[in-house]
């Protein structure tokens, strides 16, 4: 379950790719595509490198100058899905 203590990063069996205005993802294992736009590609831009799901909610209320509390509930429930959808892993604190 991802909280805001989790610390998480992308699953490296995802393959990405810029298109356009769009991110697209594409996870071998469940043989789907996924395409991200706007924050969420921003969002998957920060998991390069393993990152605390609060810090990544503060960059984030920063950058696009929206309050805390509601960054912090869309992002997790953003990555929540990519969890339950093997998009990230979580890493020990």
Known sequence: MVALETIIVRNDAILDANVGDETVLMSVENGQYYAL?????????????PVR??????????AYQTPLETIEADTLEFLSYLEAQKMIEVRAA
Do not use: P
């Open 53 to 62: 799901v609060r810090d990544l909610c503060a960059d984030l209320a920063s």
């Open 37 to 49: 736009t706007a924050t969420s590609r921003a969002v998957w831009e920060r998991l390069k490198q």
